[in-house]
């Protein structure tokens, strides 16, 4: 069975803070994504990486940075915490063009 | 602006009756659509999808129906189970694309 698994279920950390939220995947997929969800908006895709290294924008990327050095692992970063970035953040994968995206659990990030 | 629209919020259902939820689009380059259930404290999961060359998809209890002329498509679930109270996204995406453009989200409530 496919896995998406993220590191941390609940965060809470401090405006200004650096932080990493982390995602693992076990299914040799190319395509990996973030995205925040939030009420009333669904899910809105903040980066995506279709391979080692390799990153795309997506929709609201402001404030945030990724990076993948390794095809299994997909880290979002905050470079500078808001407390509008409070949010629900998950990760997903997939393995290529218009195909089910897997998604973990999720990571209920609090900004204080 | 809101290229997939899901404009129920909620729906209530009984347990045993079918349960429609609906899902708009307005960009007529999306050719392959998807619906995603999410539970509390859970990740999406997949449920179903449609290409565009379809106008029907059926997985068991699930029916999937696109009509492109109206840019609309909806997810019938017949019938409906407590167990199937969840969030409903649908998402879209256009066959060649890596992303998913997704909707706000239907909280369906099924009565037993």
């Known amino acids: 069975d496919v896995k998406v698994t993220q590191s941390s279920r609940y965060l809470v950390k401090r405006t200004g803070e650096k932080v990493f939220l982390e995602c693992v995947q076990d299914?040799?997929?190319?395509?990996m994504f973030w995205y925040r969800q939030d009420p009333g908006l669904g899910l809105r895709l903040i980066y995506f990486s279709y391979d080692v290294k390799m990153k795309e924008k997506g929709d609201i990327p402001e404030g945030y940075s990724v990076s993948r050095e390794k095809k299994e692992r997909f880290s979002l970063i905050l470079e500078s915490a808001s407390t509008n970035q409070t949010s629900m953040y998950l990760c997903a994968g997939s393995s290529g063009a218009a195909q089910p995206q897997h998604f973990g659990d999720g990571t209920r990030l609090s900004i204080l | 602006d809101q290229q997939v629209k899901q404009n129920s919020p909620s729906l209530s259902v009984q347990e045993g009756r079918i349960s429609i939820l609906n899902c708009d689009y307005t960009?007529?380059?999306?050719?392959?659509f998807l619906w995603y259930k999410k539970y509390p404290a859970e990740g999406p999961t997949f449920l179903i999808s449609i290409s565009s060359i379809k106008d029907k998809n059926e997985d068991g209890r699930f029916t999937v129906f696109l009509n492109k002329s109206a840019k609309h498509l909806s997810l019938h679930i017949v019938p409906s189970q407590p167990g199937d109270s969840a969030v409903y996204f649908c998402a879209a995406t256009m066959e060649y694309g890596n992303k998913l453009v997704f909707g706000a989200g239907t909280i369906l409530r099924v009565k037993s």
């Open positions: 299914m040799d997929h190319e395509n």
């Open positions: 960009n007529s380059m999306f050719d392959y």
